[in-house]
């Protein structure tokens, strides 16, 4: 009998409705969907668990994925004609992007060629490994052109991972923190979920995202289950990021 009640629940079945605001299901532009059928396939996954609003997210990323609004915006005009043929017009799905701050980040603010969620926020990402030499200066003209950077994955940045202190001073320059659902289990390795559930602990984390790039990432997701107290933790957040992006 204490098994039954104290038994664990699947992520997904707390998702029926959920807007994604971070992922990778445009064709052939990033490390995400490779083709179109692949991105419907992706579609068609999510739907399964009530997931039908998209806002994809594909890499800026100079040298590696130099997209822009237009090569962006095409592949979202691909996506957007196959949901028709696909019987799919229940869908909805818009096109921001995910900026690495690199040499080039500041750029596109300047020019602005940056493509923001909603008009407002700005997903922005860096190394794994190391911070950028421009982050401060680059996340301050961010706020500086009316943006909200969203920082994706914060969990993930292995050299802020025994610096609780560091995503502390990130909040308090008005960084908002986008967590990956994926990184509640150890899809990414078992210091992720450490990291993740510590910054729920703290409050720090304001939005969730699946950070979906192929169907395997997406089976794990289908796969992930949580305890009660996480549950607990992440249906606020994921009420936060409907009501501020639905």
Do not use: W
């Not at 038994?7 to 997904?12: A, D, G, V, W, Y």
């Not at 911070?131 to 050299?159: C, D, Q, V, W």
Request: zero cysteines; hydrophobic letters at 40%; glycine letters at 4%.
């Amino acid at each position: 009998m204490m098994q039954f009640f104290s038994r664990k629940k699947f992520l997904i079945d707390y998702l029926d409705g959920f807007i994604d605001i971070h992922n990778h299901i445009l064709p052939g532009i990033d490390d995400g969907a490779k083709t179109v059928e692949e991105s419907i396939a992706l579609i068609k996954a999510f739907e399964e668990f009530g997931v039908t609003h998209f806002i994809a997210t594909p890499h800026i990323m100079h040298n590696y994925y130099p997209n822009t609004k237009e090569t962006i915006s095409n592949a979202l005009s691909q996506v957007k004609h196959a949901l028709i043929i696909n019987d799919l017009k229940h869908i909805s799905v818009e096109a921001a992007a995910e900026h690495m701050i690199d040499d080039n980040f500041e750029q596109l603010l300047e020019t602005e060629t940056a493509m923001a969620i909603r008009k407002e926020y700005l997903l922005v990402e860096m190394s794994y490994l190391q911070p950028p030499i421009n982050f401060e200066e680059a996340i301050i003209k961010t706020a500086s052109k009316g943006f909200y950077p969203i920082l994706a994955h914060p969990e993930r940045y292995g050299f802020l991972h025994n610096r609780m202190r560091k995503y502390t001073e990130y909040k308090e320059h008005g960084i908002l923190f986008q967590m990956n659902l994926l990184s509640l289990g150890e899809y990414y390795g078992k210091e992720v979920p450490k990291v993740a559930n510590e910054l729920l602990e703290e409050g720090l984390i304001d939005f969730l995202a699946s950070d979906i790039h192929n169907l395997d990432q997406l089976n794990s997701l289908k796969k992930l289950t949580l305890s009660k107290k996480a549950v607990e933790q992440l249906l606020p957040l994921i009420n936060t990021t409907i009501a501020t992006f639905y």
